[in-house]
């Protein structure tokens, strides 16, 4: 005689191995969809993060034509800012306005001209040359006005 007939069956506890795939699943479709969206987000971070250094660069060179009476030479770049420049113009007055000049979220220098072509004869240039490193395509960041 059975004396335990008339209790029920406990199944046992835990996940089905359908389950855990299941669910592994998921979680890789939405990592993926964020992965993805974080990439423009990463780029649009690059982006700003250059506009930010030129417009640096712009105040720093602002306070050093006050001091030196002129801006940089193109061949004396943004360097300029960081070491006494050693070739002419030679400013009357230096002092450094920064401690280094890091490259561009990309990598790449920056660039710098003076007298600026596409800001006025007045003005320096001052620009990235964006993802891709090539001056002139219209991923390139700078202080200029945009068309």
Not at 17 to 28: G, P, S
Not at 99 to 113: A, C, F, L
């Amino acid at each position: 005689m059975k004396l335990h007939s008339h209790l029920p069956r406990r199944r046992a506890r835990g996940f089905t191995l359908v389950e855990i795939v299941l669910v592994l699943a998921i979680i890789a479709l939405l990592l993926g969809v964020a992965v993805k969206g974080l990439t423009g987000v990463l780029d649009t971070g690059k982006d700003v993060r250059a506009r930010a250094d030129i417009d640096a660069f712009g105040s720093a060179l602002i306070t050093y034509q006050s001091v030196a009476l002129r801006y940089p030479s193109t061949e004396q770049g943004l360097k300029a800012l960081v070491d006494k420049p050693t070739t002419a113009p030679q400013p009357r007055q230096w002092r450094r306005m920064m401690e280094e000049i890091k490259p561009d979220p990309w990598g790449n220098d920056y660039y710098y001209v003076f007298p600026g072509k596409k800001n006025g004869l007045s003005k320096p240039d001052i620009g990235s040359r964006g993802p891709d490193g090539i001056e002139g395509n219209e991923d390139d960041v700078g202080n200029w006005p945009v068309k």
